[in-house]
Structures are given as structure tokens and as C-alpha cells.
């Protein structure tokens, strides 16, 4: 069965002591969660070893890394490599976000060598797509997602994308509190499914976790979670407050 996933992106948010409160709230109020659904946080990288302990024996809620260098290891001051990450108990790296694409310069040559570090150092990629207002406001989008796509996944074998997941951001959603309709999300999922039909098959198409991140919040996660290619979503602002991400978690 097909995996359902919340996800919550802290971006640069939450200290130390902030931040391991959040996790205190939303363990607490975490409902039993069905086999095939799972939580994820990821917190700055400098919280990831403190967190996951938190994290540690608790079922359905596993650790991210927003991030990891695109070298494996050596003299790149600043860096985090994916081994180092995979150290501190995570499962999972966001790659490709918008944030990223866009003030570090993060093109398709460098995701292909994050994505690989990631799958070689056994986590699970999320792996961020999603067109500006332009191409939207230019009915383009579908080629532009799918050029994302096939630029930086399509090097991957079948058994390599099982251990990917997609979510689809438009930045136009994304922190403006303007989301995608549930319609305009489904059809860009539909779309991202039958992508990945095409390169790898249905089975794997019917396979593919496909999240939706743009200013998803308690009041609209249940529509768009609704949708029959929404598999979830990934959460920025909301998932900084117990409460609300609580509220987004419920409706998968
Ligand atoms: P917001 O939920 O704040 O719009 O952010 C979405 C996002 O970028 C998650 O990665």
C-alpha cells in the first residue's frame, strides 16, 4: 500500500530548547497512526542528534535533514555530508527544495550528486519540485515539473526509486498563505504519477508517495489530502506549532 507521510520542514526556525519542546507537544499529541502512515521532522541540521534521541523507540514519527552536501566527505568547511546525517538516526533528506534551487544556486547537476549520497548512505530522498508563478501564470508548469523530474531522478533504476518520495511545492504557495486549490494540486500530482509511469511503469507510478507543500494548514489539509494522487503533505510554517501540525497530521 501506497505510503502517506506528513512532513514538517522547520527551515531556519527553533533553537535547541525550542525546538525540542515542539517535539515534546507533538509526541504528546500524536494520534495511533495506521501501518502505512508515517510523521517526519526535520529540524536544523545542528538539532538532528538531539532530537532524534527524543524521537528514539517511538513509533509512526521518524527524522529528516533539510539538506546535505553534494561531496561525500573532506575539506569542505561548513558542510554536512549524507553519512554524517545518516549518524544522528535520520531516515530521510529533503532535496531540491525551491529555497535551496533558489538563494544557494542548487541546480540539476548538484541534486543528482546530493540524491545519489543520500540512496548510497540508505535514506529515503524527498525530493522538492514545483514551478514559479510565471510558469503558472503561463499554463507551463506540467513541463516544468516534469523537466525537474526527469533531470534529476530519471538516472535512478526502479529499485533506487523506491527510496525516493516526491513532493510537489509551488512557490507561489509556498509561505504566502496562498495554496493550490485542490484541483490545481491533484492535477500536477496526476500528472507527476503519470511521469513516473511512463520511465519506470504503473506499478511503480501506483507506488510513488507524492506530497503537497505550500501553506497547507489544518483548515485545508483535509481537501487536499483528499485528493486520490495527495499522498500528504510537507509543512513549513505550520509545523512550528504543536497544535496546528497536530491538526495536519490528523487529517491524513
Ligand atoms: P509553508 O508551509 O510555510 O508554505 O512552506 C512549505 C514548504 O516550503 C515546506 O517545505
Not at 525540542?20 to 502512515?37: D, F, H, I, M, R
Not at 505550500?214 to 506549532?241: H, M, Y
Request: hydrophobic letters at 40%.
Amino acid at each position: 500500500m501506497r505510503k502517506k507521510i506528513v512532513a514538517g520542514n522547520w527551515k531556519m526556525n527553533m533553537n535547541l530548547e525550542e525546538g525540542k519542546t515542539l517535539v515534546e507537544g507533538v509526541l504528546e499529541g500524536l494520534p495511533a497512526l495506521s501501518e502505512n502512515k508515517q510523521v517526519v521532522l526535520a529540524p536544523p541540521f545542528i538539532h538532528l542528534a538531539s532530537i532524534g534521541e527524543q524521537l528514539t523507540g517511538k513509533h509512526h514519527i521518524h527524522l529528516g535533514a533539510q539538506n546535505c552536501s553534494y561531496e561525500g566527505s573532506g575539506a569542505y568547511t561548513g558542510e554536512i555530508s549524507a553519512s554524517m546525517v545518516k549518524s544522528t538516526g535520520a531516515e530521510y533528506v529533503i532535496l531540491g527544495h525551491s529555497e535551496r534551487r533558489e538563494y544557494f544556486k542548487e541546480d540539476h547537476a548538484m541534486l543528482v550528486k546530493k540524491i545519489n549520497l543520500v540512496l548510497e548512505n540508505k535514506m529515503q530522498v524527498i525530493f522538492c519540485c514545483g514551478e514559479p508563478l510565471e510558469i503558472r501564470d503561463a499554463d507551463t508548469q506540467n513541463a516544468y515539473v516534469q523537466e525537474q523530474i526527469s533531470a534529476e531522478l530519471f538516472h535512478l533504476d526502479a529499485t533506487q526509486l523506491k527510496n525516493v518520495v516526491i513532493a510537489y511545492e509551488p512557490i507561489w504557495a509556498i509561505g504566502t498563505g496562498r495554496t493550490a486549490s485542490a484541483q490545481q494540486a491533484q492535477d500536477m500530482h496526476a500528472h507527476i504519477r503519470s511521469v513516473i509511469a511512463a520511465k519506470y511503469g504503473q506499478d511503480a507510478a501506483n507506488d510513488m508517495t507524492i506530497l503537497y507543500g505550500g501553506s497547507c494548514k489544518p483548515s485545508n489539509a483535509a481537501e487536499l489530502f483528499g485528493c486520490p494522487d495527495v499522498d500528504g503533505g510537507l509543512i513549513g510554517g505550520a509545523s512550528l506549532k504543536a497544535e496546528e501540525f497536530l491538526g495536519i497530521v490528523n487529517a491524513m
